[in-house]
């Protein structure tokens, strides 16, 4: 079983950057595929990004090519997402998720993933 963890959230104005935390217990990163999700009020569930540690690959939404990274620090097991130039369409409860086998061609999939975390607010101010 894996546990994961989000840490991070908070309120920053647009144009600013937050740096999201994903820790996992269980299992190492290394032995999985991690991805981010997001849920605004409202809306469904949406694909941010996905790292494949066998691959070596990521994925990223196009609303956010350019803007965030996922980073690693493999010593704490855990998985960053380093979100900058925040916009206004950004706001969400932010997800980690994690499978031991995901298939990458469905990476942007939420049910690809088995394990999840509690989700940590971003709140961003014009």
């Known amino acids: 079983q894996v546990q994961l963890v989000e840490s991070g959230g908070g309120l920053v104005q647009a144009g600013g950057s937050l740096r999201l935390s994903c820790a996992a217990s269980g299992r190492t990163f290394t032995r999985l595929s991690i991805s981010w999700f997001r849920q605004a009020p409202g809306k469904e569930r949406e694909f941010v990004l996905a790292?494949?540690?066998?691959?070596?690959?990521?994925a990223y939404a196009d609303s956010v090519k350019g803007r965030f990274t996922i980073t690693t620090d493999i010593a704490k097991n855990t998985v960053y997402l380093q979100m900058n130039n925040l916009k206004p369409e950004d706001p969400a409860v932010y997800y980690c998720?994690?499978?031991?086998?995901?298939?990458?061609?469905?990476?942007?999939?939420?049910?690809?993933?088995?394990?999840w975390g509690q989700g940590t607010q971003v709140t961003v101010s014009s």
């Open positions: 998720a994690a499978s031991s086998i995901v298939d990458w061609t469905r990476a942007y999939d939420s049910t690809e993933y088995a394990y």
């Open positions: 790292l494949s540690w066998r691959g070596g690959r990521t």
